[in-house]
């Protein structure tokens, strides 16, 4: 673990000089389609805070995409990884396996919600992941359908593409996508018609009402969701939209899959934010929070449904690399150990009231939501409801320019997300808010 020290710190313009330079280089060298969202390069990155090649310090609202829980350098992720890494690298699960793959399947089952028999598949990216879910469904329920969202992400592999909502920037051109994809309404509270009252009930008649005429529920092997829309702006379906989506697929037959490769992992302050309403899924994706920042996914969940596949049909070179599984055991330790579960609480009992005190004084913050460390703000034009996506982009900016690093997401580009890392201090979590004001004052 490093020692960086955690607090903001802006020494140069940003970017500083030698990101520029590096940005040169980069710009000839990189295709242009990969895309950052500051263009500012790092060099160290521990507790809440990014550090940059110039010595700025960046308070760090975005945690790599919700990936750096546990921090970007935790000692357990650190010592354990480099520990394998001495071991051996890699000798591919598919030729000779090794315990940690079996460890991190063994963590999976107990941490995950149900208490059936469980069994895990575990790969590199979230996109894999929900492949792999999709391909388990189909080999169990020998049918073809898969039911997805509106404002749903899922990845950028081709059917990862078609599963998601939001055409730019992920899909522009890339198509044809692959077929058998049926997108549904889902329940947005804060932009529903007849109000958020009665977002969870209608929106889930109206979803079960396209499958059974559209589709026919016999035809469905699963229907995916993200308990907390990621990419889509932090929507937190309706209540009673998950558990009657939930309670359709149980009685059709239909594998439901919880996307949690952006929810899990603590972030919403449970493991799993699907159990906030006690959903149980068939099956669980998962990436990002579980490995601290290694590649690393996982398919969990029933054992029958997990086995439908044949022996052979799952697999890949790295899934459930040696290296990324250590990683994965240490980002868990810590989660326990630091009991981070409560951090995400806590990380909302101080932003929560900030930011609603802003809306107050703000009136483009048309919507305050999430839950633990996945929080947002929803900016609409003053008066309205209308996205104010030119809005969000410049109180991103000015956070950046000021040392602090927040993402912005939804399908209108309208919507500041704030991820930090459970570990962050709460001093930084003050201060960030303090910059965040400040931009929203000086707009
Ligand atoms: N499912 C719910 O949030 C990744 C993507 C950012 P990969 N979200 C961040 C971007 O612009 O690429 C994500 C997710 C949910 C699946 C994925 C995909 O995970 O590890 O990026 O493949």
Not at 70 to 89: C, H, I, K, P, Y
Not at 303 to 325: F, Q, W
Not at 420 to 432: A, H, N, Q, S
């Amino acid at each position: 673990m490093s020692t960086l020290p955690q607090e903001r710190r802006v020494v140069t313009a940003i970017p500083g000089p030698k990101s520029q330079e590096l940005q040169s280089r980069r710009t000839a060298s990189v295709a242009a389609g990969v895309g950052s969202v500051m263009p500012v390069f790092a060099a160290r990155a521990d507790g809440g805070i990014v550090e940059d090649v110039d010595g700025n310090r960046f308070i760090d609202f975005g945690s790599g995409i919700a990936v750096t829980t546990v921090g970007a350098s935790a000692e357990a992720v650190v010592r354990r990884a480099s520990a394998q890494l001495a071991d051996f690298t890699h000798t591919c699960f598919m030729v000779t396996p090794y315990e940690g793959y079996v460890e991190v399947a063994e963590q999976l089952a107990e941490l995950t919600p149900g208490d059936h028999a469980k069994k895990s598949a575990l790969f590199n990216s979230g996109a894999e992941a929900v492949e792999n879910a999709v391909k388990i469904a189909r080999a169990y329920t020998k049918r073809t359908a898969v039911v997805v969202f509106d404002h749903g992400y899922h990845g950028r592999t081709n059917l990862t593409m078609a599963l998601t909502s939001k055409n730019m920037p992920y899909k522009q051109g890339f198509g044809p996508f692959a077929p058998e994809v049926y997108r549904v309404p889902v329940a947005y509270g804060y932009r529903w018609p007849t109000g958020a009252e009665n977002a969870g009930a209608e929106a889930s008649a109206q979803a079960i009402d396209q499958i059974n005429k559209q589709v026919g529920a016999e035809n469905v092997a699963a229907i995916i969701i993200e308990p907390v829309l990621g990419e889509g702006g932090f929507i937190e379906p309706a209540k009673g939209f998950l558990p009657a989506i939930r309670q359709f697929a149980s009685d059709n037959g239909i594998v439901f899959v919880a996307d949690e490769i952006q929810s899990g992992f603590c972030r919403t302050g449970q493991w799993f934010a699907c159990e906030d309403e006690g959903i149980v899924p068939d099956l669980i994706t998962t990436a990002k929070g579980i490995a601290g920042g290694l590649p690393l996914s996982a398919v969990t969940g029933r054992a029958e449904i997990m086995d439908a596949a044949h022996s052979g049909g799952l697999g890949g070179t790295y899934g459930g690399n040696p290296v990324a599984c250590a990683g994965a055991l240490g980002a868990i330790e810590t989660m326990r150990e630091l009991d981070l579960n409560a951090k995400a609480k806590r990380i909302e009992e101080v932003m929560k009231p900030r930011l609603t005190a802003m809306q107050e004084k703000f009136d483009i913050i048309g919507d305050v939501r999430g839950r633990g460390a996945m929080i947002a703000i929803e900016l609409v034009k003053s008066g309205t409801k209308e996205p104010n996506p030119e809005a969000t982009a410049q109180i991103a900016k000015a956070c950046h320019t000021e040392g602090v690093l927040v993402l912005t997401t939804g399908t209108y580009g309208n919507v500041v997300r704030f991820l930090p890392p459970l570990v962050i201090g709460e001093e930084l979590l003050t201060d960030g808010l303090d910059v965040l004001e400040a931009a929203f004052a000086a707009l």
